[in-house]
């Protein structure tokens, strides 16, 4: 029998449709398994049995009576502990939270899969206050790589990353302020997609301002476009929101890369050293993109390295978040946490506006980039995953976590849709993620790109773990 675990949402609904199985055989087999890998890789700051058994049940007397509810209703779905889920304390991986309180509000993208029937399996795990691009907090341990336990799943939206490859659940709900769905898409070989800036609403807004986007992680592109047809519903509680998107993201899937002027930068002009091995499983799926019709020209953007910028916003966001936080409680937080809280505090409203003038340019340059080519592509992150808990490689000469994602966090400050595909492993066989990145409000295209190398068979070089 097909193990209901290995499908996608997709299947599931197809699944239900026809009668072949029920939500609470979905729910049960999806719970199983969360319970079974719990132990080893630490996705979940909880799962919720009894809340999701009983959404499954309600969902499968809908599908009885013939009556649906939604896009998604019945499709067992994972929530990162950043974002608010009805009913439970959004702990965002701290011991400085107090779990007490009313918790009486979905964040606006939970609200909408629970208005389409999904069933909420559960919190997963997140860096403290989702600060950096691995998945380990005071509160919460080490999340590890679904395909290799001694290795990191890569963060913030690590536990969502891990819980997705491993079948505890189709649809992962993720944000990503530099990279977070991304990163963890890459190494544990599943797919992310940041969309553009607003448009998955988003509340209460993110401490570190308009970087941090609410996306999904998901088996693959198909799923994933599914997801963002729900995700994607107005909210009144997020002023910077986008409009509603006008049809749905599924429409048009299947029209393929022919035609698509794609740039394809190996390593940003020289400016990153990318791991042989990575490079080579980037080049195949850029390759794979040219039989399949698109035009492709190895190019660079003209993106001066835009770190320095990109901390002040970040570690200001940090100190942001930090405000709040007594002398003794921030004896609590995570040690590189206070340290980049420490250097936010000392940054100027001038510094402040001087990285805003930073993220302008690049938006400008990104912009006109982008009238010559339709995509961009990338690796995701230049390594495979590394030894797990620790912010940086060990003996990489890096001390910050954007010491090693120089590919993700520059589309995070002009605000772009960008996707990360599985497209190989290493020799270790951990996975290798390619990143497509296209002009802000063109989330289709980049959907549409990323399902072609999915139906090429690209992502079929990872297995599962």
């Given at each position: 029998?097909?193990?209901?675990?290995?499908?996608?949402?997709?299947?599931?609904?197809?699944?239900?449709?026809?009668?072949?199985?029920?939500?609470?055989?979905?729910?049960?087999?999806?719970?199983?398994?969360?319970?079974?890998?719990?132990?080893?890789?630490?996705?979940?700051?909880?799962?919720?049995?009894?809340?999701?058994?009983?959404?499954?049940?309600?969902?499968?007397?809908?599908?009885?009576?013939?009556?649906?509810?939604?896009?998604?209703?019945?499709?067992?779905?994972?929530?990162?502990?950043?974002?608010?889920?009805?009913?439970?304390?959004?702990?965002?991986?701290?011991?400085?939270?107090?779990?007490?309180?009313?918790?009486?509000?979905?964040?606006?993208?939970?609200?909408?899969?629970?208005?389409?029937?999904?069933?909420?399996?559960?919190?997963?795990?997140?860096?403290?206050?989702?600060?950096?691009?691995?998945?380990?907090?005071?509160?919460?341990?080490?999340?590890?790589?679904?395909?290799?336990?001694?290795?990191?799943?890569?963060?913030?939206?690590?536990?969502?990353?891990?819980?997705?490859?491993?079948?505890?659940?189709?649809?992962?709900?993720?944000?990503?302020?530099?990279?977070?769905i991304r990163i963890p898409a890459s190494f544990c070989g599943i797919f992310g997609l940041k969309p553009t800036y607003g448009r998955v609403p988003l509340y209460p807004a993110s401490a570190f301002g308009t970087l941090a986007h609410v996306g999904p992680l998901t088996r693959d592109a198909a799923d994933a476009a599914l997801m963002m047809d729900v995700i994607s519903g107005p909210d009144p509680r997020d002023w910077s929101q986008l409009a509603p998107p006008d049809g749905s993201f599924r429409t048009g899937l299947d029209g393929g890369v022919k035609g698509l002027r794609i740039a394809y930068s190996p390593n940003f002009g020289g400016q990153v050293a990318v791991d042989p091995e990575v490079a080579a499983s980037v080049r195949r799926a850029v390759e794979r993109l040219a039989a399949l019709g698109a035009y492709i020209e190895e190019t660079d953007p003209d993106l001066p390295d835009p770190v320095a910028a990109f901390h002040t916003l970040w570690f200001g966001g940090a100190a942001r978040v930090a405000e709040h936080i007594g002398p003794e409680q921030r004896e609590l937080l995570d040690p590189g946490l206070r340290e980049?809280?420490?250097?936010?505090?000392?940054?100027?409203?001038?510094?402040?506006?001087?990285?805003?003038?930073?993220?302008?340019?690049?938006?400008?340059?990104?912009?006109?980039?982008?009238?010559?080519?339709?995509?961009?592509?990338?690796?995701?992150?230049?390594?495979?995953?590394?030894?797990?808990?620790?912010?940086?490689?060990?003996?990489?000469?890096?001390?910050?976590?954007?010491?090693?994602?120089?590919?993700?966090?520059?589309?995070?400050?002009?605000q772009q849709p960008a996707a990360s595909v599985p497209c190989g492993t290493d020799g270790a066989g951990l996975p290798i993620g390619v990143q497509l990145v296209g002009a802000r409000h063109t989330d289709a295209v980049v959907l549409r790109a990323a399902h072609a190398l999915y139906e090429a068979g690209v992502a079929a070089e990872v297995a599962a773990p």
């Open positions: 029998m097909t193990d209901l675990c290995d499908l996608t949402a997709r299947e599931l609904l197809a699944g239900y449709r026809k009668g072949s199985f029920t939500p609470v055989d979905a729910a049960d087999a999806v719970l199983h398994r969360a319970e079974v890998v719990q132990p080893d890789v630490n996705a979940f700051v909880r799962i919720d049995s009894d809340r999701a058994r009983e959404q499954a049940g309600a969902s499968a007397a809908r599908w009885r009576a013939g009556e649906p509810q939604g896009l998604l209703d019945g499709v067992p779905v994972t929530v990162k502990d950043i974002l608010l889920l009805r009913g439970e304390p959004t702990l965002r991986g701290s011991r400085t939270v107090r779990p007490d309180g009313e918790w009486d509000e979905d964040a606006p993208s939970v609200a909408r899969l629970r208005e389409h029937g999904a069933v909420l399996v559960g919190k997963t795990t997140t860096p403290e206050f989702g600060w950096k691009a691995v998945t380990d907090s005071p509160r919460h341990g080490v999340t590890r790589n679904p395909h290799d336990s001694t290795r990191t799943s890569g963060g913030s939206s690590g536990g969502s990353a891990a819980a997705v490859a491993l079948g505890a659940g189709p649809l992962g709900l993720g944000t990503d302020g530099g990279g977070s980049i809280v420490a250097e936010g505090e000392r940054y100027s409203a001038l510094d402040y506006l001087a990285a805003v003038d930073v993220r302008m340019e690049l938006g400008r340059r990104m912009g006109l980039f982008h009238q010559r080519y339709d995509l961009l592509v990338t690796p995701t992150v230049p390594i495979t995953a590394f030894e797990a808990g620790l912010e940086a490689p060990r003996g990489s000469g890096h001390h910050r976590w954007t010491g090693w994602t120089p590919f993700t966090y520059p589309f995070n400050l002009t």
